[in-house]
């Protein structure tokens, strides 16, 4: 309708220009004063000459007050429209419980074929949430073997703020706990776990990424905003197809081909328990003499 009345208010325009010249025409064909004569016909020269001025450029040029009136309005409705799609692409976690909860919900809502996970904080802190959310992904990728897991896990550790941790029992207990968590994972030949070396400080950062057959996918990550003992307590989740490339291809190349290439933890030629104990002499030797039950003692199972 106002596209109508917009076209209709050029039609009057270019109609009303042309009666005035008219108008002038005959007055200054009337007019007896040659001086006035001369001023109307020039003025009805000039109001021709706007009205074809404006008519070839609408002819010639694609002018069209309609035509760009809508375009304007389409061209408003389409960033709009995709202003609300990129919001709904990148969703906030507020809470702890909100991340493993949609880690859990993206496990089931698709047909997934590989599923990366970079935790290199907090794991040997006991955690409801978390391990709730690592034992159903276990329990997924032992019964559907088609689906490739390939984890990367923090060790406790053993300096905090550049002082040298004093409490090995305290030490020992979290290694317990990695251990706790991880031996659900041992043995599955489609879980390859590597591990990141006992680190000075926290980073309050990890990730779950979601692959699927045809490289789309969808990216979790975990954030720290608070300064306490847990260093996970809210998230995003990220959903746009190029943002989960990019993240995926930082997983591949920095993470797995550069930071931990040499700390393997479990793949195809040997599963977590048979290289736990050479991880605990090599990174906790004080801790070997403590007989915490739960790590193995050199015999590869649980003691």
């Known amino acids: 309708m106002n596209g109508n009345r917009f076209k209709n208010y050029g039609r ?9 010249a008219v108008v002038f025409f005959l007055i200054g064909q009337r007019t007896q004063d040659e001086r006035a004569s001369q001023v109307f016909l020039n003025l009805t020269s000039e109001f021709v000459g706007v009205a074809l001025v404006f008519f070839l450029v609408q002819l010639f040029f694609g002018y069209n007050p309609e035509q760009y009136q809508r375009e304007r309005q389409e061209s408003f409705v389409a960033k709009v429209e995709d202003y609300l799609a990129r919001m709904k692409e990148i969703r906030p976690l507020r809470l702890r419980e909100s991340l493993y909860d949609a880690a859990g919900s993206i496990l089931d809502s698709s047909d997934w074929d590989k599923i990366h ?20 992904l276990a329990e997924k990728a032992r019964k559907d073997e088609k689906i490739a897991v390939l984890g ?13 941790r004093q409490n090995n029992e305290e030490i020992a207990k979290e290694v317990k706990n990695v251990w706790n968590v991880l031996y659900q994972f041992s043995g599955l030949r489609n879980v390859v776990l590597r591990y ?3 680190a000075p400080a926290s980073i309050g950062f990890e990730a779950v990424i979601f692959v ?3 490289g789309t ?7 720290a905003t608070e300064d306490s003992e847990e ?23 920095k ?12 793949d195809v030629r040997q599963p977590l328990y048979k290289r736990w104990y050479e991880i605990m002499v090599r990174w906790y030797p004080e801790i070997m003499e403590i007989r915490t039950p739960g790590i193995p003692q050199g015999q590869g199972v649980r003691s």
């Open 12 to 20: 009057l325009v270019y109609a009303f220009m042309l009666v005035l």
């Open 117 to 136: 996970l970079y935790v290199p904080d907090g794991i040997w802190i006991e955690r409801q949430e978390r391990n709730a959310w690592l034992e159903r």
């Open 152 to 164: 990367v896990f923090g060790l406790p550790p053993t300096m905090i703020h550049g002082y040298k």
């Open 196 to 198: 990141c070396p006992p």
């Open 212 to 214: 699927r057959k045809d």
């Open 217 to 223: 996918g969808q990216a979790l990550f975990g954030l």
């Open 231 to 253: 260093p996970i307590n809210t998230g995003l989740i990220l959903t746009n197809p190029d943002v989960c490339g990019c993240v995926l291809r930082w997983f591949r190349e």
């Open 255 to 266: 993470i797995l081909e550069d930071a931990v290439s040499e700390f393997a933890l479990q």
